[in-house]
């Protein structure tokens, strides 16, 4: 199961409607072995596409050193679907390496500001897929 704070949960929907029609991507960091997500980091979708993410090489190896200087891993690995439902494409789940994150989808498909959406975290390990619990708290 994911658990993650209200906010946390409001940022990351709130950079997918922002990256909207464009996908949306970012990384949640935690203290390493926690699981708990705490700092959230929103990135630069470098394909700026509606059907595709990537994250700026540069920018993820500078992240990847910061979190390695905190002692922090990436606990939520995030990004959206503006087209289809939240739910990990082929090419997803073949660059999902981190078999320790959640792997989190939100789907601006069809909403406006206001509107409804997807939001549903996943466990990738060796291509499977496995859908899990999400539970939004004020606090840990």
Do not use: K, W
């Amino acid at each position: 199961m994911l658990t993650l704070t209200q906010e946390l949960y409001d940022r990351i929907v709130a950079h997918a409607r922002q990256d909207h029609p464009d996908e949306a991507c970012g990384v949640v960091a935690g203290p390493a072995g926690s699981g708990r997500p705490e700092r959230f980091v929103p990135m630069l979708n470098a394909a700026r596409s509606p059907t595709f993410y990537e994250f700026d090489s540069g920018d993820l190896l500078g992240l990847y050193r910061e979190m390695d200087d905190r002692d922090e891993e990436p606990v939520i690995v995030y990004h959206s679907h503006t087209a289809t439902e939240a739910y990990p494409s082929r090419t997803d789940i073949s660059y999902a390496n981190e078999p320790h994150a959640h792997y989190v989808l939100v789907s601006t498909a069809d909403t406006d500001d206001a509107g409804e959406f997807q939001f549903r975290s996943f466990r990738i390990v060796e291509g499977e897929v496995t859908e899990e619990e999400v539970q939004v708290v004020e606090a840990y």
